[in-house]
């Protein structure tokens, strides 16, 4: 969570915390709001094939509360040269009907995210968090997020 950015207003700024005596980590605790918000960004590997992503999200409910948490996620590809915006492409649901709640470590893995803009394998990836207010009902002040997890396919090398 420390190398993520957020809102500033509705998400506080990552923050080291020490989670039931464990050990200390960076964690972001947003507010029951849906401005709450969370980016990040990667330069894509040269292998990688410009198609779909998918990102696993990891958190820590500390109270004893094991209702849902609903959020969505959308990208953009941006090339060398070309203007960052705020255009994102289609929203992915990052949905847990049920958090583990008393400390455990949840992960919820979206749906496949289409990136807005031409993708082409080096570019910069960019990407937005969203929490989906009306659907959390797990009590947001005692959520951690702790960090995303991002997947992709890449094409293959031949053999000679």
């Known amino acids: 969570a420390g190398a993520l950015s957020t809102d500033g207003t509705q998400c506080a700024a990552p923050a080291e915390v020490t989670i039931n005596s464990g050990p200390k980590m960076w964690t972001i605790v947003c507010t029951d709001n849906d401005a709450s ?4 960004q990667v330069v ?37 040269g070309a203007t960052v915006n705020n255009a994102w492409g289609t ?4 949905d847990d009907a049920a958090v583990t709640g008393s400390s455990a470590i949840d992960m919820t893995t979206s749906a496949a995210v ?6 082409a394998a080096g570019d910069m990836l960019f990407w937005r968090w969203q929490l989906d207010a009306p659907g959390t009902t797990t009590a947001v002040a005692t959520l951690h997020i702790v960090g995303f997890k991002m997947e992709y396919t890449v094409t293959g090398g031949g053999s000679d």
């Open 37 to 40: 918000t969370i980016y990040g």
């Open 44 to 80: 894509m590997p040269d292998s990688w094939n410009a198609g779909t992503v998918t990102f696993e999200m990891s958190y820590i409910q500390t109270a004893v509360d094991t209702s849902a948490m609903n959020s969505d996620i959308a990208a953009s590809c941006r090339a060398a």
């Open 91 to 94: 929203e992915a649901a990052i």
């Open 114 to 119: 289409t990136p807005n803009g031409t993708c």
